[in-house]
């Protein structure tokens, strides 16, 4: 395998002595893809934070294109941070700023492009993503899915090796989601991609195609071997709701919510019996 361009090595993470992250680690080599699903508080946002040097661990070691960057200083970190990008849960855009600026922000931050060059490569990210004639735009003028393409489109600009993307369907209607998703699946080819979810749908939608992998995390699976197993996206899913059924059946029995009972049980059997039958372990 060739040299990793994004690796942990048993990452752990905790916030108020709440474990997030315990002994995660992959390695990911060039033009490859991860691609990881898990329910709210899985720790999938804490992981690629980390990943792409936002977030220090606890413990473990972080490196990104060869260089251990776990405790590296900020200042160190900005060469590195021009050969990544990084789509936003809410795409994160500038409220002042158009469409055409908020897509020119990196390019002006970090190179010495002239205007003319700023112009087209904006331009031609914005017709990649589907948003051409749109420059003038601002963020508050777009729908849901239009800011996520955007942001997609400021990710992209500076041509990153690496890119990361932190649930981009993330509130969005399911056509809309379903859009942004083979959007990013369109756009996979010659970088390294590390991709979270909550949903099944969109994950499938996404991962498919060779140069995949795996991680474990605490209620979270990420998929892909050398093609899309549904079925492993679907055990994820199951272990997920699982422990959410769980913890929640938790709170009732302490007098803490008034959760139907029944009702949980419910998610909690049809869960269990969904894992035994694929052998899995019950969280």
């Known amino acids: 395998m060739a040299d990793p361009l994004v690796e942990l090595r048993d990452v752990r993470k905790s916030f108020e002595q709440k474990d997030v992250l315990r002994g995660v680690g992959f390695a990911l080599p060039k033009g490859t893809t991860l691609a990881v699903m898990g329910g709210s508080g899985a720790g999938k946002t804490v992981l690629i934070r980390i990943a792409a040097g936002l977030l220090r661990p606890d413990a473990g070691q972080v490196s990104l294109f060869g260089v251990r960057i776990d405790r590296m200083r900020e200042e160190a970190m900005l060469a590195l941070r021009k050969r990544t990008g990084f789509v936003f849960q809410g795409a994160a855009l500038f409220d002042s700023?158009?469409?055409?600026?908020?897509?020119?922000?990196?390019?002006?931050?970090?190179?010495?492009?002239?205007?003319?060059?700023?112009?087209?490569?904006?331009?031609?990210?914005?017709?990649?993503?589907?948003?051409?004639?749109?420059?003038?735009?601002?963020?508050?003028?777009?729908?849901?899915?239009?800011?996520?393409?955007?942001?997609?489109?400021?990710?992209?600009?500076?041509?990153?090796?690496?890119?990361?993307?932190?649930?981009?369907?993330?509130?969005?209607d399911p056509t809309n989601a379903r859009l942004v998703a083979e959007l990013i699946a369109t756009l996979r080819a010659g970088s390294t991609r590390v991709y979270l979810d909550r949903a099944a749908d969109e994950v499938i939608e996404f991962a498919t195609g060779p140069g995949f992998f795996k991680v474990e995390l605490d209620r979270?699976?990420?998929?892909?071997?050398?093609?899309?197993?549904?079925?492993?996206?679907?055990?994820?899913?199951?272990?997920?709701?699982?422990?959410?059924?769980?913890?929640?059946?938790?709170?009732?029995?302490?007098?803490?919510?008034?959760?139907?009972?029944?009702?949980?049980?419910?998610?909690?059997?049809?869960?269990?019996n969904q894992l035994a039958v694929s052998g899995r372990n019950t969280p």
Not at 135 to 144: I, K, N, Q
Not at 252 to 269: H, M, N, P, T
């Open 97 to 172: 700023l158009s469409v055409f600026e908020n897509v020119a922000y990196p390019l002006r931050e970090h190179t010495r492009m002239p205007l003319g060059e700023i112009t087209d490569r904006v331009h031609r990210f914005l017709s990649l993503v589907g948003m051409p004639g749109t420059d003038e735009l601002l963020p508050a003028e777009l729908s849901g899915g239009m800011r996520k393409r955007v942001g997609i489109a400021r990710a992209l600009v500076m041509e990153p090796e690496v890119v990361f993307f932190d649930e981009p369907t993330a509130g969005l």
């Open 220 to 272: 979270a699976l990420a998929l892909v071997d050398d093609a899309v197993n549904v079925k492993e996206i679907d055990d994820a899913r199951a272990q997920g709701q699982l422990a959410d059924a769980k913890a929640e059946l938790a709170r009732v029995e302490a007098g803490e919510s008034k959760a139907d009972r029944w009702q949980l049980e419910q998610r909690i059997k049809h869960a269990e």
